[in-house]
């Protein structure tokens, strides 16, 4: 669709729920094949009735899903002395794909891509329809761009309408400054892509446009890809996952209908 590879899901025919909107998602380096990513797709389409569009924005070239194991390893408590002696071996076979990675894929060239797609899809869409955009830690960077108009030549109106991001990354402080449509971010308070004294910066920002829609959610504990990596064997983990789920659903239903 669009010159791009694209996983699409419809909400069910008897859905009560079902509309013209639409849910673009961002992937995380992971990309967009991953179980978690479609079935969350899935689960999207099914709560807001709305049609949910995962593109493969990076042709094909995403992390594999080993290196997550590995992050997890390298930014983990060490057990044991073994665990401490492991982290460096860790890190270098990790960097061997991440390195390319960000090579291949620095989300401000990315960019473009995004604009095009969305601007292409919101030209088929029937008048009054609505698009939402969800960014999960690298596809922040395009949600959060897309919800400032950045780069766009169409009168600097909005290509979206509502957006939300977790555990964003690739992202600044100032780039939450302009935001023009209803903004919802979750985050946890140790997540390394973004500190906390810059998540309550973050806050400030939004909070200061008295006329946006916004909300900054921290959940305590939640370590960066809890939203669509997170263990769904560990009850804590499955719940921060689901309380990132329920917002963007909440957030979505408010903010397209």
């Not at 909005?158 to 990354?169: G, Q």
């Not at 140790?190 to 200061?208: H, T, Y």
């Amino acid at each position: 669709m669009f010159e791009l590879d694209v996983y699409i899901t419809e909400p069910p025919e008897s859905s009560a729920e079902r509309s013209q909107n639409v849910i673009v998602l961002f992937s995380d380096a992971f990309g967009w094949s991953t179980t978690n990513l479609r079935r969350l797709a899935d689960s999207y389409a099914r709560r807001t009735g709305c049609r949910v569009y995962l593109p493969d924005f990076m042709y094909g070239g995403a992390l594999p899903a080993w290196v997550k194991s590995h992050m997890d390893r390298i930014t983990g408590k060490s057990s044991g002395i073994r665990d401490y002696m492991m982290k460096p071996i860790l890190m270098i076979q990790a960097a061997y794909y991440i390195i390319p990675f960000f090579i291949r894929n620095p989300a401000h060239k990315r960019y473009g891509l995004a604009v095009d797609f969305v601007s292409r899809l919101r030209a088929q869409l029937p008048t009054g329809a609505k698009i939402g955009a969800a960014g999960f830690c690298w596809g922040a960077y395009a949600t959060t761009h897309l919800a400032r108009c950045d780069n766009i030549s169409n009168g600097n109106l909005p290509l979206i309408d509502a957006a939300f991001t977790a555990h964003p990354s690739e992202v600044k402080v100032d780039d939450f400054s302009g935001i023009k449509v209803p903004y919802s971010l979750i985050i946890g308070d140790i997540d390394f892509a973004m500190k906390i004294e810059d998540v309550k910066k973050v806050s400030e920002i939004l909070a200061s446009d008295t006329t946006l829609a916004s909300e900054v959610v921290v959940l305590p504990g939640a370590r960066h890809g809890f939203a669509v990596r997170g263990n769904p064997n560990d009850a804590s983990e499955r719940e921060m996952a689901d309380q990132a789920e329920d917002q963007l659903v909440r957030w979505f239903s408010k903010h397209l209908h």
